[in-house]
């Protein structure tokens, strides 16, 4: 056979090679029966356009969950992610949407165990070194207890849905450091915080791998587009409602879970 001949035969299959997997994963993801869990990251909270039926969980059509539902049109979707859920909560309140059937999970969770709210509060009204404090202790926790929480999570996720494929999403660095706010904290409460997020998202990594669940980092997606940086920032300031505060925007949404989750699953 001609070099030329061979050449076009091989690029033919290639092509025909990458058109049958993006077909199979199309295919997989139609049929997919999709459970979305986890706390307000996963519901969307700052991210607007919030169902009716989700009261104060404040789950938003703009949230990756819903995006990807309406993207890849799943045979079945259940949306229970929940505003200041707990590793608790999702135990209690959450896992009960999952069943054998359950071909694919996502979740966000371990923020609020380790007190992400209350060290936002203290960082952005008391001082720098209450702020350094609370970090502190944010992260003793993420270390030390977290862990055993995040195992039980998973644990129970693998009982409920032992097929499925489970995708866990870590946080993004909340600020640019260097970055310039008209209204803000310091580069030094900044850095504090951005440190948590990487201890928090050390440990969920840690323990996603130990489940052989599949993690996605948006830590580097995110960047540029962190508070205090560019034009295009994803996520809130503080802001009114005040419980949108540090959270994704509806572009965080779109532009950096949704990605994420998608080339996860």
């Not at 990458?18 to 979305?36: I, K, N, P």
């Not at 850095?191 to 996603?208: C, G, R």
Request: overall charge neutral; hydrophobic content about 40%; glycine content about 10%.
């Amino acid at each position: 056979m001609p070099r030329a001949r061979v050449v076009s035969v091989a690029g033919a299959a290639i092509l025909l090679s990458l058109s049958t997997l993006v077909t199979a994963t199309q295919a997989q993801a139609a049929g997919a029966r999709y459970v979305a869990l986890g706390d307000s990251y996963s519901a969307g909270v700052g991210a607007g356009s919030y169902t009716g039926d989700s009261g104060s969980c404040k789950r938003s059509t703009n949230a990756y969950p819903y995006l990807w539902k309406n993207a890849n049109a799943p045979s079945s979707f259940s949306f229970v992610a929940c505003s200041g859920a707990k590793t608790g909560d999702v135990l209690n309140n959450q896992v009960s949407a999952l069943s054998s059937s359950t071909t694919l999970v996502s979740i966000t969770i371990g923020g609020n165990d380790a007190g992400f709210a209350d060290t936002m509060q203290t960082c952005v009204l008391s001082s720098e070194s209450s702020c350094l404090s609370a970090v502190a202790a944010a992260k003793s926790y993420a270390t030390s207890t977290l862990p055993g929480q995040l195992d039980a999570v998973y644990a129970a996720i693998k009982n409920k849905a032992p097929g499925a494929h489970v995708v866990v999403l870590g946080y993004p660095h909340l600020y640019k450091i260097g970055g310039s706010c008209v209204f803000g904290i310091g580069d030094t409460k900044r850095t504090a915080i951005n440190s948590a997020a990487d201890t928090l998202d050390t440990v969920i990594a840690k323990e996603v791998a130990n489940a052989g669940y599949t993690f996605k980092d948006v830590r580097s997606i995110f960047t540029g587009h962190e508070i205090c940086g560019s034009s295009t920032q994803w996520l809130h300031s503080t802001t009114l409602p005040i419980d949108e505060s540090y959270h994704p925007t509806a572009e965080g949404q779109s532009g950096g879970y949704l990605p994420s989750f998608s080339a996860g699953v």
